[in-house]
Nanobody
């Protein structure tokens, strides 16, 4: 059984940066794709980034939502089975609860930001950006 435990997030003023980490417990080597999602109050959860965890190159296959392209990046520490979401240039509209998610299925662009394709979810982390 895979468990995802998140930490980080918090509050920042517009233009600032925050990060969220996601530690994978259980069977981390079974994971092939990691996703990051967010949920604004009263809205459906939306995909932010999908990344191949099997691609250990310097530029792994990654899919970004247009809303975060150029501002958000992801990385992983393989030894710690931990994944990171780095958020720069944050704006008030980025305020949301952020979730990491994982699946054993190798990443494909067509479904990379689809919540239904991910099997395991973190508990969520609040990110608040003030103007």
């Amino acid at each position: 059984q895979v468990q995802l435990v998140q930490s980080g997030g918090g509050s920042v003023q517009a233009g600032g940066s925050l990060s969220v980490s996601c530690a994978v417990f259980g069977l981390p080597d079974s994971i092939n794709t990691m996703g990051w999602f967010r949920q604004h109050p009263g809205k459906d959860r939306e995909g932010v980034i999908g990344v191949s965890t099997r691609d250990l190159s310097r530029d792994p296959f990654t899919v970004y939502a247009d809303s975060v392209k150029g501002r958000f990046t992801v990385s992983q520490d393989k030894a710690k089975s931990t994944f990171y979401l780095q958020m720069n240039g944050l704006q008030p509209e980025d305020t949301a609860v952020y979730y990491c998610a994982a699946t054993p299925v190798p990443l494909e662009r067509g479904w990379s930001l689809d919540t239904n394709r991910y099997n395991y979810w973190g508990q969520g982390t609040q990110v608040t950006v003030s103007s």
